[in-house]
């Protein structure tokens, strides 16, 4: 899970990939680097370290050349050292390539190149590729055909970039299971893993399907199939995103930004194609069981679903984790099974290789996803875009309350197919739904004082629980999946009931314990459970209604919310939780948009 980029034109190619290698670095930030073509050879500037670093270390935006391919890396295979970081060379130093993903069978490949001589000088799967078309040159292949040759050899997922000083005009690039797509311009032509690398050079952009190479000059394209040579079109889509929405707007983090952006994002998201939801909720209803998959937050989005799926439409539906599905449910899958598959990039191996597996089995697959293009939307027999704009923190924010609030839309279109619940009660939950993005707007403005002030009480701590009942265990696996991936302080999360079955035993002085608790059929419970923490010493939050006055007063910390349907509370209520875990982050001293050990994008299984 990397980034990668490449560029052919008039233009000096390194400052381009640098600014589009900054937009890449939320897929990794291991290492980095570029290798252009210059003078007949090819250039390569590599380290470990973020972009910047290496930039002000070796000078990468100085390289030389107008055809260039460039890299940020997340190691799967090998340390994140200089050796590892991309771009890897071939034994001539001819031939430079990027890659993102997994090559499976590097091993063998590995074995066979070194007993045909080849000296290879990383720990990567990556760096195969290279050696192996210079193998494949050294047979008397052209290098077009060598590409093609050698991509075939490969099993696992490639997006790879590779440039030549045998073709010093050319970029050569393909896909299998990663994204890589081709931004198309004006006396150029770029290639990159995804949109927002493309957005401040063009608009233009050609979507590659799996099993798509590509050969890119400056003045133009070709795309052909790996496996038969034969040359496909692709159509051009004009992507209306500006720069501007890619970065930070004023805001010292993007995460920051994308907190306070959400009623905004959640305007947009209302504003679905209803052909699609309709289409949706009708194929949902066919089906015998229904299964809601996604890994990350997506996955808590599937809880915050089967609930809303459950009490308003009245279908029962699975949330499964999406790395658990087949293992759990893949033997009893088949013609009946309907998959709604959730996926902010659309590219998350876990979910890819469920669907993958129940496509086989004659399953129906819907998505969910906020990238259009994506894999996702390529393998459903239906989907529907979330319209959140680009993501660029890793930690996600304003995708996950546009997924709960787009399972929201579904289901009560779902009530409505169903008849089963009274008119005036969609009537109602409509106007509460189309009433989310004010109210998210109220939260912002209410919790952003209050939870600035918890968050150094809740960075001394050394454990968080999180805790609620119904839909709002959705919120509290959110809650604690932001704070845990930012503050790297441990969480634990569990429906309210739970806690005498075990986990109150962890309790002692001064534990913070959080309790989502908006006003519904649980505040009773809620109560009971806030009684049974404080009894043991715990330091107790709550975040409930502003109205709210007997919990307020029993809560030692209260976090005032606005008022809104119960059912679509995930949307709300996970305001403060974003918030806190980003100025946790930041009394920790780390930095909230790059978390350790983290990717946006994790299409690696
Ligand atoms: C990674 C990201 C998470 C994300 C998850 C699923 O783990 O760090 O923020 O929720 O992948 O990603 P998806 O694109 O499928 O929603």
């Known amino acids: 899970m990397c980034g990668i980029v490449g560029y052919t034109g008039a233009e000096s190619a390194a400052p381009v990939l640098l600014r589009a290698l900054k937009r890449l670095e939320y897929r990794g930030y291991d290492s980095a680097g570029v290798a252009t073509v210059y003078a007949g050879e090819v250039v390569v500037r590599k380290d470990a370290g973020r972009v910047d670093e290496i930039n002000a270390r070796l000078k990468l935006e100085s390289m030389p050349g107008t055809v260039g391919i460039a890299h940020t890396r997340w190691a799967t295979h090998g340390a994140p050292t200089a050796q590892n970081a991309h771009p890897h060379t071939d034994c001539s130093g001819r031939i430079a390539i990027v890659h993102n993903g997994v090559i499976e069978n590097y091993l063998a490949l590995k074995k066979e190149l070194l007993d045909l001589d080849h000296s290879l000088a990383s720990r990567t ?70 949109i927002t690398a493309l957005i401040e050079m063009t608009k233009e952009m050609v979507f590659l399907h799996d099993g798509d190479m590509a050969v890119l000059t400056g003045s133009g394209y070709r795309i052909l199939r790996i496996d038969t040579g034969e040359v496909v079109e692709r159509p051009v889509k004009v992507v209306e995103l500006t720069v501007e929405m890619a970065e930070k707007q004023g805001y010292p983090h993007f995460m920051l930004k994308e907190i306070f ?5 959640l305007r947009n998201s209302l504003r679905l194609q209803i052909e699609y939801v309709d289409l949706l909720a009708e194929l949902l209803d066919r089906g015998r069981t229904v299964f809601l998959i996604g890994a990350g937050t997506s996955y808590n989005a599937c809880v915050a679903g089967s609930y809303l799926f459950s009490q308003i439409a009245r279908l029962p539906t699975l949330p499964v984790i999406a790395s658990e599905f087949i293992p759990n449910y893949g033997a009893s ?221 029993l809560a030692d910390y209260y976090i005032e919310m606005p008022k809104i349907h119960p059912l679509l509370s995930p949307t709300t209520y996970t305001i403060p939780f974003q918030l806190l875990a980003y100025y946790t982050a930041l009394a920790k001293g780390h930095d909230p948009d790059k978390p350790r050990n983290l990717a946006k994008s994790i299409t690696v299984p």
């Open 125 to 194: 799967d990556s760096e195969v590729v290279a050696h192996l078309v210079e193998e494949y040159l050294r047979r008397g292949e052209q290098l077009e055909q060598a590409f093609r040759k050698a991509l075939q050899r490969l099993e696992g997922s490639y997006a790879v970039a590779l440039v030549s000083s045998l073709s010093p005009e050319k970029i050569l690039a393909a896909r299998r299971e990663a994204p890589l797509i081709i931004g198309a311009g004006k006396g150029f032509n770029m290639v990159a893993s995804d």
């Open 261 to 265: 952006e959400q009623p905004e994002t």
């Open 333 to 553: 899958i088949g013609v009946d099974t309907v998959i709604l598959a959730v996926s902010q990039s659309g590219e998350t191996a876990d979910v890819l290789s469920a669907l993958e597996y129940a496509r086989m089995r004659a399953c129906t697959i819907l998505g969910i996803t906020n990238t259009v293009g994506s894999t996702l939307t390529r393998v459903s027999r239906a989907y529907v875009l979330q319209n959140s704009g680009p993501e660029i923190g890793v930690a996600a924010t304003k995708t996950f309350t546009s997924q709960v609030l787009v399972l929201a839309k579904i289901a009560l279109r779902l009530a409505r197919l169903r008849g089963k619940i009274a008119q005036y009660e969609i009537d109602e939950f409509n106007s509460w739904l189309e009433r989310v993005p004010q109210t998210v707007a109220e939260a912002l403005t209410m919790v952003n004082e209050p939870v600035r002030r918890l968050a150094e009480r809740i960075a001394e701590s050394r454990v968080v629980f999180i805790l609620g009942r119904g839909v709002s265990y959705s919120t509290a696996l959110e809650g604690r999946l932001k704070i845990m991936e930012l503050s790297y302080i441990p969480c634990i999360t569990y429906p309210a009931g739970e806690s005498k079955h075990g986990p109150i035993s962890v309790i002692e002085g001064g534990v913070p314990v959080i309790f989502v608790a908006p006003p519904d059929e649980y505040r009773k419970q809620n109560i009971g459970s806030i009684m049974e923490m404080k009894a043991r010493g715990a330091y107790t939050v709550v975040v409930g209604d502003a109205s709210d006055q007997e919990l307020k007063q």
